[in-house]
Nanobody, 124 residues
Framework: HVQLVESGGGSVQAGGSLRLSCRFS????????LAWFRQAPGKEREGVAA???????RYADSVKGRFTISKDNAKNTLFLQMISLKPEDTAMYYC???????????????????WGQGTQVTVS
């Protein structure tokens, strides 16, 4: 059982930046695949970025070149650095984790076992 807590959300103007963090309850970042998802009202949950235990990353086309996923294994923390934010990035952002080293569907919600409660990002 893993608990996840997101932080770092907020309101920014278009073109601004935010850095999201997700703290895990145990040392799992070195053996789990980790990801960020987002969901806006009336829309499906969307995979934003993922990172495997070995550091391989995946990004949704809509955020490539603007978002960077990273992790600190020693601190059991996942990050999402977001730059050049757009109004369409507005959503609740969730972190997620699943044990394992590599999966075919890293940006699909069904891949993940543990979820945080979310942090709101609003871009105006």
């Amino acid at each position: 059982h893993v608990q996840l807590v997101e932080s770092g959300g907020g309101s920014v103007q278009a073109g601004g930046s935010l850095r999201l963090s997700c703290r895990f309850s145990g040392r799992i970042t070195s053996t789990y695949c980790l990801a960020w998802f987002r969901q806006a009202p009336g829309k499906e949950r969307e995979g934003v970025a993922a990172i495997t235990s070995g550091g391989t990353t995946r990004y949704a086309d809509s955020v490539k070149g603007r978002f960077t996923i990273s992790k600190d294994n020693a601190k059991n923390t996942l990050f999402l650095q977001m730059i050049s934010l757009k109004p369409e990035d507005t959503a609740m952002y969730y972190c997620a984790a699943v044990p394992g080293s590599l999966f075919d569907s890293l940006l699909l919600p069904s891949t993940y076992r543990s979820w945080g409660q979310g942090t709101q990002v609003t871009v105006s």
